[in-house]
């Protein structure tokens, strides 16, 4: 397999590190992004131990102007796949959401998400490559009314996925939408209500590098 430049949001837990470790076990370069430090070393630790080249960049996806930096940053050298996988949720028993809620959420499951890109779009198209992957939820298609906020918010990533995705296909560059179901994490643990079809933590990862192997554009 050729080896990738490979970065992920969210690296610090759940998806985002079981899909470091993952694509680590490929010798790929990962650049590895979240905001709690020890927990990112931590995982960069164990992909470096099982041959990958790591960077690691602590960061707060809703400061958008340092994700603007970030974005021009990473552009500096090639990008052969970036995973937007960091994400929030909140539940809420039945009451009305709190604003502040929504906004929490649409930044960081969404604005935050073409700030980071604004600047590697361009990148992308220069090299005529590249693959772009939206971790997006099945809550996207079904909306539950204790959480409105997150399939609100996971709907317009959608939306702006299907945008990019014809924007940029004639560019050569592949771009694809993963809506997972249940998986095991600590989004989930925090999960009070039955969650049907819970996967483990490595087959849901199993099944999207599966989707993202298969997805690639000829
Ligand atoms: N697990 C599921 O069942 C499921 C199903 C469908 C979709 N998803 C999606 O999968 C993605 C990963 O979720 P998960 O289940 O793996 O949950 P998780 O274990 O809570 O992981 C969330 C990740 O996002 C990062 N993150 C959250 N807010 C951030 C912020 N403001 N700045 C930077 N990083 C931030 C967290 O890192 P720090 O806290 O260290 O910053 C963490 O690494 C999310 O987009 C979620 O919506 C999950």
Redo the contacts with the bound molecule.
């Keep these: 397999m050729t080896q990738m430049r490979i970065i992920i949001?969210?690296?610090?837990?759940?998806?985002?590190e079981a899909l470091a470790l993952h694509y680590a076990s490929n010798a790929h370069q990962l650049v590895l992004?979240?905001?709690?430090e020890e927990?990112?070393q931590d995982v960069a630790q164990r992909c470096r131990e099982k041959g990958a080249e790591v960077e690691t960049i602590v960061?707060?996806?809703?400061d958008f102007e340092r994700m603007r930096e970030i974005g021009s940053e990473l552009s500096q050298d090639q990008i052969d796949r970036i995973i937007l996988?960091?994400?929030?949720?909140v539940g809420h028993g039945g009451g009305v959401t709190p604003f502040e809620d929504f906004e929490r959420v649409f930044k960081?499951?969404f604005l935050s998400v073409h700030a980071l890109l604004e600047p590697i779009i361009p990148k992308l198209m220069e090299q005529k490559s590249g693959e772009i992957v939206f971790?997006s939820?099945?809550?996207s298609l079904f909306t539950m009314p204790t959480s409105i906020a997150y399939s609100s918010s996971k709907r317009a990533l959608n939306a702006y996925a299907e945008g990019l995705y014809y924007q940029l296909k004639p560019h050569g560059i592949t771009v694809m939408t993963i809506m997972?179901?249940?998986?095991e994490?600590?989004?989930?643990q925090k999960n009070r209500f039955k969650m049907p079809f819970l996967m483990k933590t490595e087959e849901g990862i199993a099944r999207i590098a599966h989707a993202i192997e298969r997805t690639k554009i000829s």
């Design positions: 949001t969210g690296a610090s837990s759940g998806l985002g992004i979240a905001r709690r927990r990112l960061a707060d996806v809703n996988n960091a994400g929030v949720s960081t499951n971790i939820s099945l809550a997972p179901g249940f998986i994490s600590e989004m989930t």
